[in-house]
C-alpha cells in the first residue's frame, strides 16, 4: 500500500445500491474509508438493507428507504417489510438523494455497479443525474464496477453504454486487467465512450499464514445465496471419519436456515460470521467458499488452499466465470453445485495432499489505487 494522500476538504459521495448479499456495501466500505483517510469529506448512500453490526470509521452514512430482491430473484424488488415497493417508496429515496446533494454538495459522484447492472434504479438515478448536472455542469461521476459483470444480452449493453455517454466521465474497474480484462464479460467494451481505469483489487490487509489447525472452514459470505453450498459441505463433513472439525459460517440468514444446523456430530460446527474471519483462515487447513468478489479476496490475502463453489442461480454467470479463470491461476480449486458430496471430500482430501500451490502476483492495492485516482479528480 502508497502513503495516504492528504488534500484540502473537499466531497466526494458514493452511492451503493446492495440487492441480496452486503459484498458490494464492504467494498465501498474499504475505500470510502481510505478516501476520509485521505483528508476527503465522504458520505455514503445506501440503497440497500442495513446490514448488523456494519459501521464506517470517518463516513458519513446516509440510508434510504431499502430496498432489496425478494430472496434470490432479482426480478422481484421489495420494501424493508418484505412487500412490492411502492411508488411513494422511489419517491422518499429520490428526495432523500436530492436534499443529500444539496447538503454536502460534493465536488464528485462515485457510483457503484450501475448502469452496467441494478437496472431497479435506473429511473432513480436518471432522474437524481439530470438534476444534478442541471444545476451543476462541472461535476463528474465515475462509476465504479467488480472485475467481472453479469453476463448481459448485446441490447441492454448499448443501453448501459448510452447512460455512459450521458451522465458517467470515468469507468473505474476494480480488477487486474493481466488476471481478466472488462471485455471477458462486457463484449462492447471497445465501444464505451469514456476512459476505463483498472484499481488492482479492492483488498483489505494481508494476514500472514499460520497454520494451526487441520479445520476445514465453510463460509458463503453473508449466507443468502449459500444453502446449497452448505448442503454438498454438510453432506461432505458427514461422510469425513478422520476427526478433522468442519466450522460453518452461518452468515446472516442462519436462522431462515436453522433446520440446516440441528443435530449435528461432534465434529461439525455451526457458528455466526467471525470478525476475525481473515484470522480463522490463515490458521485452518482449507476453505470451501462461494466465488464472490470479497470471498475471493479473502483467500488471496490470506493464502488458504481453497475449494469454491459458485453461486450459480437463475442465469447467473459472475461466480462461475471467475471460479474458472481463478482455478486456471492455481488459486483455487472449482466445485460446481451439481456434484456430489462425496467428490467434494475427495477433493478436500486431494487438496490437503497436494500441498499450497504458488499464487500468482496479482494488484491487490485497489485501495490506495482507487483513492488516488479519486483524489486526482477532485
Not at 475505500?31 to 440497500?48: D, K, P, Q
Not at 469425513?240 to 466450522?247: A, H, L, N, S, Y
Not at 433446520?259 to 484470522?279: G, M, S, Y
Amino acid at each position: 500500500m502508497g502513503t495516504s494522500i492528504l488534500v484540502g476538504q473537499k466531497c466526494v459521495l458514493l452511492y451503493v445500491q446492495h440487492l441480496l448479499g452486503s459484498g458490494h456495501l464492504h467494498r465501498v466500505r474499504l475505500v470510502a474509508e481510505e478516501l476520509a483517510h485521505c483528508g476527503l469529506r465522504v458520505v455514503v448512500v445506501s440503497g440497500g438493507p442495513t446490514v448488523s453490526n456494519f459501521h464506517f470509521d470517518g463516513v458519513i452514512f446516509v440510508q434510504l428507504e431499502p430496498i432489496r430482491s425478494n430472496g434470490l430473484d432479482f426480478g422481484s424488488i421489495v420494501d424493508k417489510h418484505g412487500m412490492p415497493v411502492a411508488d411513494h417508496v422511489f419517491q422518499a429515496r429520490q428526495q432523500q438523494l436530492l436534499d443529500t446533494y444539496a447538503l454536502y454538495q460534493p465536488q464528485l459522484i462515485v457510483i457503484e455497479s450501475w448502469p452496467f447492472g441494478r437496472g431497479v434504479v435506473n429511473e432513480e438515478l436518471d432522474s437524481f443525474l439530470q438534476n444534478v448536472k442541471s444545476k451543476t455542469a462541472s461535476i463528474r461521476t465515475v462509476i465504479s464496477i467488480r472485475d467481472i459483470l453479469q453476463i448481459r444480452s448485446e441490447n441492454k449493453q448499448r443501453k448501459t453504454i448510452a447512460r455512459l455517454s450521458r451522465f458517467a466521465d470515468f469507468i473505474m474497474v476494480h480488477g487486474d486487467s493481466s488476471v481478466v480484462p472488462l471485455d471477458a464479460s462486457f463484449s462492447l467494451t471497445s465501444q464505451v465512450p469514456i476512459p476505463i481505469v483498472y484499481t488492482g483489487y479492492v483488498a483489505p490487509p494481508p494476514v500472514p499464514r499460520e497454520l494451526e489447525s487441520k479445520d476445514v472452514v465453510v463460509a458463503a459470505g453473508g449466507g443468502l445465496a449459500g444453502e446449497n453450498l452448505y448442503q454438498l459441505a454438510l453432506s461432505a463433513a458427514q461422510l469425513d471419519t478422520t476427526g478433522r472439525i468442519w466450522r460453518f459460517m452461518t452468515g446472516s440468514n442462519a436462522e431462515t436456515q436453522a433446520d440446516l444446523w440441528v443435530n449435528l456430530p461432534a465434529h461439525i460446527k455451526a457458528e455466526p460470521n467471525r470478525v476475525d474471519f481473515r484470522a480463522l483462515l490463515s490458521s485452518s487447513s482449507i476453505l470451501i467458499s462461494q466465488c464472490g468478489y470479497n470471498s475471493m479476496m479473502d483467500v488471496l490475502v490470506t493464502g488458504i488452499p481453497t475449494i469454491v463453489v459458485p453461486f450459480e442461480g437463475v442465469a447467473e454467470t459472475e461466480q462461475l466465470q471467475r471460479a474458472k479463470i481463478f482455478s486456471q491461476l492455481n488459486i483455487c480449486t472449482m466445485f460446481r453445485e451439481s456434484e456430489r458430496p462425496e467428490r467434494l471430500l475427495a477433493l478436500v482430501e486431494f487438496t490437503l495432499a497436494k500441498g499450497e500451490d504458488y499464487v500468482p502476483r496479482i494488484d491487490l492495492d485497489g485501495v490506495y489505487n482507487s483513492a488516488k485516482f479519486i483524489v486526482s479528480l477532485v
